[in-house]
């Protein structure tokens, strides 16, 4: 008889709203860069800025499986993990694997040092960015390569990230998306649910976060 099982809320709802709310900047930020509204554009990013930043507080002071100490792995487990990755196992695991954990790192890096570069932009097409009266032309211009190369890469590391998501549920019969939407999991009665965090603290970072990236984008 398997185990009895019962409902634990593994992820947190500012986890939840921050991973899609990034899926949905990403595809706004995509189109109206295809369409030339820049304007559009550049205030896209800036809400990109404040929610990766508001993300990096979080991973200090959220809920448990939000902590950055609470799921970084080495690369020997994650390479481990990937190593057992052919067999299929039920669910058992509250937040990220060692393999999504150098995901979420890799992403959060990525979408930084994007909206950061955002910031220098100086072309025909784009607006200035507000950092770029102080950067030489040829320093400008080099970040302003970078920014369209980190969005490539941006773009294949979502490809990877939705085609991991695809394999688990194909390979190994695990759901990852059902939980991100509800935040629930049913796991054995034997696991204990993670130590949630005030939504007003919430509240509080993300404040912090968007007048951070305020005075980043206006200010300085």
Known sequence: ?????????????????????????????????????????VL???????LVLFRV??????????????????????????????HR?????VGHNPAGAWMVFALLGLLLAEVLTGLYINNDVANEGPF???APASVANTITDLHAILWEVILGAVVLHILAIVAYAAVKGQNLVGPMITGKKRLPETIIAPRQASLWLALL?????????A????VI
């Not at 507080?57 to 994650?78: D, I, V, Y």
């Open 215 to 218: 005075i980043i984008s206006y």
């Open 89 to 93: 196992e039920p669910d058992t695991r």
């Open 57 to 86: 507080l979080w991973g200090f002071f959220g809920a448990e499986t939000a902590r950055f100490a609470r799921f970084a792995a080495s690369p020997r487990n994650a390479l481990r993990h990937l190593a057992e990755f052919p």
């Open 1 to 41: 008889m398997p185990p009895p099982k019962h409902q634990v809320r593994v992820w947190d709802l500012p986890t939840r709203l921050f991973h899609w709310a990034i899926v949905v900047l990403l595809a706004a930020l995509y189109v109206t860069w295809r369409i030339n509204w820049m304007g559009w554009h």
């Open 44 to 50: 896209g990013g800036e809400v990109l800025l404040a």
């Open 132 to 134: 770029t009266e102080i």
């Open 205 to 213: 970072l993300l404040a912090l976060a968007a007048g951070t990236a």
